[in-house]
């Protein structure tokens, strides 16, 4: 069985680690890999934000290259992530604006600690 060298470095660097490549034909197939691998880490990532790179901070590798090259330990390939920005806006359930009073739809509303949270982060007037 063959392998690849991995390290994820976040703010806290892990060391390399040995990935399998059987049954990866492609990079796709080898981040699902990685992420069995790291799932302590990557679990709550989905594959669409996990990358990989020959070097620290160099370009990502395409998603349909082929596992065709080999590394070492200090030589690994680098995971990085890219997280999902969620926007969360404390509103109260009816807002004035420009002398307009306009009421939001209860399912976009959360109550949370006597204050509404809601849900979109469009607000049509």
């Given amino acids: 069985m063959s392998y690849l060298w991995v390290q994820f470095k976040q703010s806290n660097p892990t060391r ?6 059987k049954d990866c034909d492609n990079v796709d ?3 699902e890999e990685i992420k069995k ?3 302590n880490l990557l679990g709550s ?8 790179s020959l070097t620290d901070g160099g370009t990502t590798l395409e998603s349909d290259i082929p ?4 590394n070492t330990v200090v030589t690994p390939i680098f995971i990085s992530v890219i997280q999902r920005k969620q926007i969360n ?14 009421e939001r739809d209860p399912y976009e509303l959360e109550l949370k600690d006597n204050h509404w949270l809601w849900q979109s982060s469009t607000y049509d007037v």
């Avoid at 990532?45 to 990989?52: P, V």
């Avoid at 596992?67 to 080999?70: A, D, G, V």
């Fill in 16 to 21: 390399s680690i040995q990935v399998a490549t």
């Fill in 29 to 31: 197939q080898f981040i």
């Fill in 37 to 39: 691998k790291f799932s």
């Fill in 45 to 52: 990532y989905d594959a669409d934000q996990i990358f990989i």
């Fill in 67 to 70: 596992l065709i090259f080999t």
């Fill in 89 to 102: 806006t404390w509103l109260p359930n009816e807002i004035e604006i420009e002398s307009k009073l306009v």
